[in-house]
């Protein structure tokens, strides 16, 4: 199991932050806003852990780009290539997005270590 150690990264975390990205960790795959809701942890400090592991090279990030057209994603690219710039042709109803408040997007996380991820709360 890898050790994730944030050291004197992510001060600002309370105890309960602690315990709940210590939880979340222990799937391998997830979404922020799922993790975020299902652990009652706000969605910006849950992204800082989730930026500071990826740096740690202890995760992937991915935007999940979902058009109005579909419930599910109709894109996932790397978080660090950035969002999709528009226009482009959604892949699945074939309409051009003109506008990017015709999209929502998510963070996919996806642990690396493959038995998982422990925290070192300091
Ligand atoms: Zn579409």
Same mark, same amino acid.
């Given at each position: ?10 001060r600002?975390?309370t ?10 960790v ?6 922020l806003?799922?993790?975020?809701a ?5 969605? /910006? #400090?849950?992204?800082?852990?989730l930026?500071? &592991?990826?740096? %740690?090279?202890? =995760?992937?990030?991915y935007h999940?780009?979902?058009?109005v ?24 109803? /074939? #309409?051009?997005v003109?506008r990017?408040?015709e &999209?929502?997007? %998510?963070?996919? =996380?996806?642990i ?7 925290v070192?709360?300091?």
């Open positions: 199991m890898a050790l994730f150690d944030p050291r004197a990264r992510l600002a975390f105890t309960q932050d602690w315990v709940a990205v210590q939880r979340v222990q799937r391998g795959r997830f979404t806003g799922q993790a975020s299902e652990h009652s942890l706000a969605a /910006e #400090r849950l992204l800082a852990f930026l500071c &592991l990826e740096a %740690d090279e202890l =995760c992937q990030l999940r780009v979902y058009h057209c579909e419930a599910h994603p109709i894109r996932t690219v790397p978080f660090r290539a950035g969002l999709p710039s528009v226009p482009f042709t959604c892949p699945e109803c /074939e #309409r051009v003109e990017p408040d &999209l929502s997007f %998510d963070v996919e =996380c996806r690396a270590a493959p038995d998982g991820v422990q070192a709360v300091p």
